[in-house]
Nanobody, 125 residues
Framework: QVQLVESGGGLVQAGGSLRLSCAAS????????MAWFRQAPGKERAFVAY????????YYADSVKGRFTVSRDNAKNTGYLQMNNLKPEDTAVYYC??????????????????WGQGTQVTVSS
């Protein structure tokens, strides 16, 4: 079992930056791939970014490419999402996820076993 806790959300103006953290406890974090998803009001939870267990492979949603960077520090059992040049459409609750279900897509909610509680990001125009 892995417990995930996100932090770092908040209110920021358009063009600003935030860095989200995902602190993991429980089983060895370094053995798990992890991802970030977000859910805007009235919308389904959507994929944002993925990073492999060792950190060598990353994927991004087209809407955040070039603005967001996913990373991890396995020594600290923590994952990060650096978000730059934020836009109002980035407003959402952001969730980290870990523990791949290999029968499911890495871009899908069913693709992960463990989830954090989410952190709110609000971008004002």
């Amino acid at each position: 079992q892995v417990q995930l806790v996100e932090s770092g959300g908040g209110l920021v103006q358009a063009g600003g930056s935030l860095r989200l953290s995902c602190a993991a406890s429980g089983r060895t974090f370094s053995s798990y791939a992890m991802a970030w998803f977000r859910q805007a009001p009235g919308k389904e939870r959507a994929f944002v970014a993925y990073i492999s267990a060792g950190g060598g492979t990353t994927y991004y949603a087209d809407s955040v490419k070039g603005r967001f960077t996913v990373s991890r520090d396995n020594a600290k059992n923590t994952g990060y999402l650096q978000m730059n040049n934020l836009k109002p459409e980035d407003t959402a609750v952001y969730y980290c996820a870990a523990g791949r279900r290999t029968s499911e897509s890495i871009y899908s909610v069913p693709g992960y076993n463990y989830w954090g509680q989410g952190t709110q990001v609000t971008v004002s125009s």
